[in-house]
């Protein structure tokens, strides 16, 4: 006689379930993570290189301008640009320009 399998909605929401947590929790901590290395990374450029206690107190405390921000998304899919603003216009294609026009004339009417 075969082995009666007792398949039921319990039996297969709590597996799921565990499942489905522990794969949030993994992928929350991993760019958790790699946040907070590029959130480093960032203060450590800014401070020549390493991390300067007496700087970061000072940017805490609002009197010292903070790094250049970036958008938490593109952060954390590591698209941002190292530099605000460089590289503004490169690459940029004849029908790429013809939209921005477009657009700009768009809006100003």
Known sequence: MPPKFNLNAK????????FTMATL????SRTS????KRNAQ?????????INWHNESLRR?????????????????GLAKERV????????T???RKIRERAGKGKGS
């Open 33 to 36: 993570i790699q946040a907070a």
């Open 11 to 18: 039996t297969i929401t709590a597996p799921l379930a565990a």
């Open 61 to 77: 405390h609002g009197q010292m301008a903070p790094p250049i921000e970036q958008e938490p998304l593109k952060q954390l899919v």
């Open 94 to 96: 004849e029908e790429e």
């Open 25 to 28: 929790l993994f992928v929350y």
């Open 42 to 50: 960032k203060h450590r450029e800014a401070d020549g290189g390493q």
């Open 85 to 92: 603003g460089a590289g503004e216009g490169k690459g940029e």
